[in-house]
């Protein structure tokens, strides 16, 4: 529910009087960080323990969605690419958890629930960051997002596995 589309980032950065033709570039920022920060995010979380790694990239988007929040022309050129990081540290990460807490025999079945629960999610929190933006603030959604990642990671911490 934290995560929305990325379109939600493209649209903050284009109502913030990001030129439409540099629209592209600070997309291009966060492609570039995801990519050049997946292998390392991988490797760091066999060393540390994938929990730990989740963790961490949930607390970077926290700041990262509130970032957006508060941001200015000049602070999206940073925040891309953080929110690039963000998604090394954890889309890989969190396939890697799932898979390891299952039995082995039903690490297919538990990547499909996973990513039909993940699928589902994704639309109560595009139609919430909608809202939020058309009828709240622009800055709403983000807000709300570094929250709900926020109440992520204590949940995280909580839990045993």
Known sequence: MAHFSYSFYILRA?????ALVMIPL?????NIFYAGFAY??????????????IIAGYLL????????AYA???TIWFLFPLYGIFMAATDGVTRAYVSDLAPTHKRGTAL??????????????????GFLWDFVSLDAPFLFSGAVALIAVLLLILFKK
């Open 14 to 18: 284009q109502s913030l009087g990001i």
């Open 26 to 30: 600070v997309y291009l920022a966060f």
């Open 40 to 53: 390392q995010a991988g490797r760091i979380s066999d060393r540390i323990g994938r929990k730990k790694m």
């Open 61 to 68: 988007f926290a700041f990262v969605s509130i970032g957006f």
């Open 72 to 74: 200015t022309q000049q």
């Open 112 to 129: 499909g629930i996973y990513h039909t629960a993940t699928g589902l999610a994704m639309l109560p929190a595009g139609l919430i960051a």
